[in-house]
Each structure stands twice: as C-alpha cells, then as structure tokens.
C-alpha cells in the first residue's frame, strides 16, 4: 500500500504529533475506512487496487426514447458481465459520456441532448442509477469529462465550440458552472476532444480536433487548484484531427490518436513543468478515437471506430522514451466502431463499447498485453452505445 499527500500539510501541532500514539492510532483507523481524507492540514490517498463491480454503457440512442445507461455486474472472477435489476436505465437527454467519482456513488453524465451535464446516485450494492440533482446546462454541447484527481473540479470538452467548460463540485457531489470557459488553440472548424489529468492533478491534456487540412494537437494546461482557472502550457501537433488523448498512470507519457491520419503520436512528459516531447509515431486502424494505457505502465489500446469494422490496436510502450511496438496478434477484433475502452485496475480485463452493433466486447489481458475474448460477451448494450466505465469498490 502507497500513501501519499496531495498537497503539502501544515506545521504539525500537538494533535498531530506524528511521534504519538493517538496520531498512529488516528492515521491506521482512517487508512481502514477510506481512501481520500483530510489529516493534520493534508489530503491522503491510498493508493489500492480496486474489485471491479459495474460497467456502465452510455446509450446515446437516436431519440430521448432510446436513450438510456446499461448497467452491467462484473464478475471479477472471470469478467463476465450480466445485466443488473431495471437496466438500462432510461435518460432522455441522450447521454453520451459517464464519470464516476473515486467512492463509486456519484455518476457524471454528459448529454447530447440538452447540452447538459447530469448527476446520478449510483448505488454500490446493486448497481441502480438515480437522478440525484437537475441537470446543469452547458453552454455548448459537451464530449467528455475528466475530474482532477482531488474531485474538486469538473471538466467537459465541447463538441461544437473551442472551449473547455468548467464546474465546481462540492461536498454533496453537485456541480456548478464556472465562468468563463477556457478558449483552447485548435483551428476555429474544430472542437474539443477527451481530457486527461496527471495524477498529481497538477496538469490537463487535451485533445484537439479540426476539419482535414486543419492542424490540431494535443494542448497542455496547468491547473489552479484554487480557483479552477487553466493556463496554457503548449500546444503539440499530431496532424488534423486528435479526438482522444491518453496519460500513462505513473505521469511519464502522453499519446494522441489522429482520426484523420490514422496514427499514435507518444510524447515524453516532463513531470516538473507538463511539457511534452514528441517521439516516433505508429500506425493504428481506421479511425483511431480512444486511447488508453493499462494500470502498469505496459500497454497502450486504441479503439479503431471506423464504419463497417472494428478492432482493437494494443502496443508495447517502451519503458524509456515511451515508443510503441505492436503486440502479436493485434489488431485484435471487436465489434463494429468501437468508441470507447475500460480497463480494471488490475491490469486483468479490457471493455469495448461498440456504437454500430449498440454492444459490449470484454477480453482478459495476458502478461504480454494480448487480448481473449471473454466467455459470452459481446453482451447488447442498447442503440449507439458510446462510453464504457468500469466502477470498481
């Protein structure tokens, strides 16, 4: 177990005399019962792995009739996957995107429909969503989220403007906007793809998009976790259209996935300031759209979107400057367009939502990255399915 403060404690005083038995004794019961809590002027987090329980399937469908989040139980067993009591659950704004909070109760949902964003109760035992506040509307209709990684700041890309909109959330878990949103430096014909922080919270990626011809990136921003704001710290090229952008877990490479071009970009990050370097690229499929790393450090997967196929790209990274070699056997085959991917954080199971067959591919990751099929699945999800989140407890 690893446990670190987010943010620099104050002069310990008599209470928090690190040398006495009542702080020992404070700090083991805390560490017991949660992983994020305030002690003697810090934030501590322990770092554990989590069992997987739910997977959530956002389900954009083609009106606010077909709209719904399936929600599926998780064997951690074997990970196979059935669907919980009243799912799907129906919203009619047509989500688009989910994000759940660290304790696995709070569910964000970004929405097509209304161009809001929504907050549900999720319940740990048996996997039921409920509305937990009015949706907040958006000024623009939003992509994605990501929160930073003390929750208390939550971003959503826009779909049809250059901003990043900006909201508060507080100790309840509701959320409201701050004003103003963040411009970003992509081309005016583009938009704003996923977001991802480093783990410190320190710093933002971004991925930018644009029409062909158009050169986007990836943007880099430091964080004021006092305020909220975002500061520009550099805007990195990939081409023309950078719809996903992905953060290795211990902060040492970025990557961007060009839809148009077809590529990875690695970049190296330099921890200290959030700048980046780039380094070699590497051929995907048709349509790369989500990138994401495994839990250790090992492997990179990019879901390959395009019309009429699908499959899964898996990479080696390489552990000194972050370049990619394929794995054997990738691309691995998946349903068709997929549009999102999920891993535990043990390293042991891949998810795939797949928007043209509206279902869900799992695989069990080996020691080399390679992925199986898992028994049973693909599983139907419901029409245009979108993101897929593992909620692990």
Request: charged share 10%; aromatic share 8%.
């Amino acid at each position: 177990m690893e446990v670190t403060f987010h943010c620099k404690p104050k002069e310990l005083n008599s209470v928090c005399d690190s040398s006495s038995k009542s702080y020992k004794d404070s700090i083991i019961l805390l560490l017991a019962t949660s992983d994020r809590f305030q002690f003697c002027g810090g934030t501590v987090f322990q770092k554990r792995i989590k069992t997987p329980r739910f997977l959530l399937v956002s389900n954009v469908g083609t009106t606010s009739a077909t709209s719904n989040i399936s929600v599926f139980r998780i064997n951690s067993n074997n990970g196979e996957i059935t669907s919980v009591p009243g799912s799907p659950f129906q919203l009619t704004n047509r989500p688009r995107f989910t994000l759940t909070n660290s304790t696995g109760t709070i569910v964000y949902v970004a929405n097509v429909g209304n161009t809001s964003v929504s907050t549900l109760s999720l319940n740990p035992e048996n996997g039921e969503l409920s509305t937990k506040s009015s949706d907040l509307v958006l000024p623009s209709t939003p992509y994605s989220l990501v929160m930073d990684p003390s929750e208390k700041y939550l971003f959503a890309s826009s779909e049809t403007t250059q901003q990043i909109h900006r909201m508060a959330i507080d100790s309840s878990g509701n959320i409201s906007i701050i004003s103003p949103a963040t411009a970003t430096l992509n081309p005016t014909s583009g938009a704003v793809g996923r977001l991802v922080f480093d783990s410190t919270g320190r710093h933002l990626y971004v991925g930018l998009t644009g029409a062909a011809a158009n050169v986007s990136g990836i943007q880099a921003f430091s964080l004021d976790s006092l305020s909220g704001s975002l500061t520009s710290i550099g805007v990195y090229n990939t081409s023309e259209n950078n719809i996903s952008v992905a953060i290795s877990p211990n902060g040492q490479f970025v990557y961007g996935a060009n839809y148009f071009s077809q590529d990875v970009f690695p970049f190296v990050r330099n921890q200290t300031n959030g700048t980046l370097t780039a380094q070699t690229t590497i051929t995907a499929g048709s349509a790369p759209a989500y990138t994401l790393v495994d839990p250790f450090n090992r492997f990179l997967y990019v879901a390959n979107s395009g019309t009429g196929q699908g499959t899964i790209s898996a990479y080696k990274i390489d552990q000194v400057n972050g370049t990619l070699t394929s794995l054997s056997g990738s691309p691995f085959s998946s349903g068709f367009s997929p549009i999102g991917i999920s891993i535990d954080q043990s390293g042991k199971y891949l998810y795939t939502s797949n928007t043209q067959d509206g279902n869900v591919s799992g695989y069990t990751i080996s020691e080399t990255g390679g992925l199986t099929p898992i028994a049973g699945l693909p599983v139907a999800a419901g029409i245009n399915t979108f993101s897929v989140e593992i909620v692990s407890y």
